[in-house]
């Protein structure tokens, strides 16, 4: 039996969705997935602070929260749009939808959320279910004007990890392009790279699908070489299968941070519609990240704690 409660977390309006296996939480500020739990077993990073750290719009993501899963739309990067209609619209880093509040409607056994963009017409919505010990999300992305515009989408996935923690990919996802490389472990953005093990800038085998040990400051993000096809992502330890659309949503970039970027130890897989963290990169690399005029883009995504 799933049921859906009201009520505080970390200072902040909560709506738990709860059934035998797993609880999640989800906050208004965001948008915001903020806690995943099994038991006593959280599968998604938490910020130390005891209180929720709100967002502000236009703020760098790192000053604020940096915990869960926040959705990044229309840009994980900041940048100004380049052509067309909206050429010369900033779009904030990140995105903005996690950095607004969110209309959340509880059902009876459901949870349904939405918000409008600022710089950009579009609305996003979400409807978070479970399904035993999964939570499923299902995902409308609206473009409101007879005008194309760039926008992607992907999932940020803060994972509360370990040195045991492993990323499983298909085999057939063998090459990896780096998108940020804060010590020029990986030779720097545009690199290349074979997975899930590679050969580091200091020419040591260096293994791509974990975290460095603690404390040594690396913080590298990369995404897949072409579509994931399989639609699916396993995690060990902690034990979590991430599923998407493999049509609609078929990139993945993955975030490893062994407290190089605030002093955090975590990864953030994150299923996405276009790569390189931007539209505007994802178009000089050949990839598409534009929403057609008055259209509409739906798909799913889901996270099985094992």
């Not at 580091?200 to 085998?205: A, C, R, V, Y």
């Not at 493999?246 to 993945?252: A, G, I, M, Q, S």
């Not at 299923?271 to 931007?278: E, I, K, L």
Request: aromatic share 12%; net charge negative.
């Amino acid at each position: 039996m799933v049921t859906v409660e009201k009520g505080m977390f970390r200072g902040t309006e909560a709506f738990f969705l709860k059934n035998d296996s797993i609880c999640v939480t989800l906050l208004k500020s965001g948008g915001k997935v903020a806690s995943i739990l099994k038991g006593d077993l959280e599968y998604l990073y938490q910020n130390p602070s005891p209180e929720y750290i709100y967002p502000e719009y236009e703020k760098e993501f790192g000053s604020l929260d940096c915990s869960g899963f926040d959705d990044m739309v229309p840009t994980i990067n900041a940048e100004y749009v380049s052509d067309g209609v909206f050429a010369g619209v900033y779009l904030p880093d990140h995105g903005e939808v996690w950095a607004l509040e969110w209309k959340v409607d509880p059902g009876e056994d459901f949870l349904e959320a939405a918000v409008h963009g600022v710089r950009l017409p579009y609305m996003i919505r979400k409807k978070l279910r479970l399904r035993e010990n999964t939570l499923v999300i299902d995902y409308e992305l609206e473009n409101m004007t007879e005008f194309a515009f760039p926008c992607l989408w992907a999932a940020h996935i803060l994972i509360k990890a370990s040195q045991e923690t492993r990323i499983v990919l298909p085999e057939e996802n063998r090459r990896v392009i780096v998108a940020f490389d804060m010590h020029s472990k990986l030779n720097g953005f545009g690199a290349v790279h074979s997975w899930p093990e590679t050969t580091s800038k200091n020419g040591d085998l260096y293994f791509i699908d974990r975290l460095s040990q603690e404390n040594s400051g690396v913080c590298e993000k990369f995404y897949f070489d072409g579509p994931c096809k399989g639609g699916e992502i396993l995690l060990e330890n902690p034990d979590m299968r991430i599923r998407f659309d493999p049509e609609l949503t078929p990139y993945v970039g993955v975030w490893l941070n062994a407290n190089g970027y605030k002093d955090q130890y975590n990864i953030a897989v994150e299923p996405a519609s276009a790569p390189m963290d931007s539209p505007e990169t994802a178009k000089q690399w050949g990839y598409n990240s534009l929403i057609g005029p008055m259209s509409k883009m739906s798909w799913s995504m889901e996270m099985e704690a094992s």
